[in-house]
């Protein structure tokens, strides 16, 4: 915490960025190799869409993992949203980002708390979790583009904003394609599901670098401090 304590709020914004696309990510890796090495199962879910991120999390040798990794990231999210929102209203951007990002978090807690119980209640409970989850932060992420965009400390970095806008272009392309599976009456493969699922997923962690990238690199600027 001392070190935390020391940084200036762009390099806590840089480190709290990154963390939020390598803790989920490294979560997901781990329990993706826990579950093919003690099973007969063999996938690239990104491709072939054989398994879910929920089945993923919710076997017997990885909830707990899962789980844990998931509440951690929701711990760096909480920090990221806060000192970013801190950053532009000091930089007279009045923002929502944390009330936002509160939204967003309590959707997933609600998808981590249900995972792995099978009545039909918390089924239901986890499927709303998590779709609200999706837009929250699809939604989270415009925001986020839109407020850097009206900041001219960023212009000096015109790729990381083109990475970003790049990002949620495939993003709503991902949720154009997915979205007949909200409704249950329609017919969605499962196998189409998961792969946009997956793919959904490493997207919207991957956001985090290029913000990452943008702050760090605005923290050795001394001119723009």
């Not at 390099?11 to 989920?24: D, E, G, R, T, Y």
């Not at 932060?137 to 960023?154: A, D, E, R, V």
């Amino acid at each position: 915490m001392l070190v935390l304590k020391k940084m200036k709020s762009k390099k806590l914004i840089s480190f709290f960025s990154i963390l939020s696309f390598i803790v989920p990510l490294i979560t997901i890796t781990i329990c993706y190799y826990i579950l093919i090495n003690n099973t007969s199962l063999k996938t690239f879910p990104f491709i072939d869409g054989r398994i879910s991120i929920s089945y993923l999390g919710r076997q017997e040798l990885t909830i707990d993992i899962f789980k844990t990794g998931m509440l951690l990231f929701i711990l760096i999210s909480f920090f990221f949203y806060f000192y970013i929102s801190n950053f532009f209203q000091k930089n007279k951007f009045e923002n929502r980002l944390k009330i936002f990002g509160i939204i967003a978090n309590f959707f997933l807690v609600i998808y981590i708390f249900t995972l792995g119980n099978n009545l039909e209640f918390y089924k239901i409970l986890r499927k709303l979790g998590i779709v609200l989850y999706i837009i929250a932060m699809y939604i989270n992420h415009i925001y986020t583009i839109k407020l850097l965009k009206k900041t001219k400390k960023f212009r000096f970095n015109n790729l990381s904003l083109n990475i970003l806008i790049t990002i949620i272009i495939i993003m709503t392309g991902l949720i154009i394609v997915g979205s007949p599976w909200i409704i249950s009456t329609f017919e969605y493969s499962d196998q189409m599901k998961n792969i946009v699922e997956w793919n959904y997923f490493l997207l919207m962690v991957s956001f985090y670098v290029p913000v990452s990238l943008l702050f760090y690199k605005l923290g050795n600027l001394p001119q723009l401090q």
